[in-house]
């Protein structure tokens, strides 16, 4: 069982839908990262906290410490967003990635 | 004005080759890492590196082998190349040990 993991694996969704993904963890953290990954194989850091709640635009992440769990929400979806969303928790610096979400927005 | 670059893009080599990825930051960050994707696109820390002084050497055959000449270039060489070494290789910077990643836009080496 792998230290980070993340649900769905897959999603698909209509463009304008408001998108979940979730992310659980095993192990102690110094924060969690969100990380999308384009459609031709680049990475990018989205969010990376430690606590609470942080907004960029139509997307959120949350990260409830108790309950070892994040959340990445996207509103408004749109065919752009279609991508890997990959959760990763970090422990000072070495980071521990989950699986990754693909999500496809269809027009 | 690329803030993580790598070179090449491209690797296609043969089995037992030895072989050298370049990173370099323009960044000024202190800490630099490379990660290993593998085909089932799983990410996996390799090494870090913080201001020249390895910090992470996660369970990696020591075929492959981290340089820092300085705290803006890290470099991978990797000898007597193997099929399983097939993977997309990511090296990425932050600030500090604990900060944000920015990532380079990978390697892909393919050994035949």
């Known amino acids: 069982k792998n230290e980070v993991e993340q649900s769905p694996q897959n999603l698909t969704a209509q463009e304008g839908e408001f998108i979940t993904i979730n992310c659980s963890y095993s192990?102690?953290?110094?924060?969690l990262h969100w990380l999308q990954q384009h459609p031709g194989g680049g990475i990018v850091s989205l969010f990376m906290?430690?606590?609470g709640k942080k907004k960029h635009g139509r997307l959120i992440a949350t990260i409830n410490i108790q309950e070892k769990h994040s959340s990445l929400h996207i509103t408004a979806s749109h065919p752009r967003d279609s991508a890997v969303y990959i959760c990763?928790?970090?422990?000072?610096?070495?980071?521990?990635f989950g699986e990754g979400t693909q999500l496809t927005v269809n027009p | 004005d690329t803030a993580v670059s790598q070179t090449p893009k491209y690797l296609v080599t043969q089995m037992g080759n030895d072989k050298s990825i370049k990173c370099e930051q323009n960044?000024?960050?202190?800490?630099m890492y490379w990660y290993k994707q593998d085909s089932k696109k799983f990410l996996k820390i390799m090494f870090s590196?913080?201001?020249?002084?390895?910090?992470i050497n996660e369970t990696v055959p020591n075929r492959f082998s981290p340089k820092s000449p300085d705290k803006a270039h890290l470099n991978l060489h990797i000898n007597s190349l193997e099929l399983g070494d097939s993977a997309v290789y990511f090296c990425?910077?932050?600030?500090?040990?604990?900060?944000?990643?920015?990532f380079g836009p990978g390697t892909r080496l393919t050994v035949l």
């Open positions: 590196y913080n201001n020249k002084e390895l910090i």
């Open positions: 192990v102690g953290i110094s924060a």
């Open positions: 960044l000024g960050h202190d800490t």
């Open positions: 906290l430690s606590s």
């Open positions: 990425a910077s932050s600030q500090d040990r604990v900060g944000e990643q920015f």
């Open positions: 990763a928790a970090s422990s000072g610096s070495r980071l521990t």
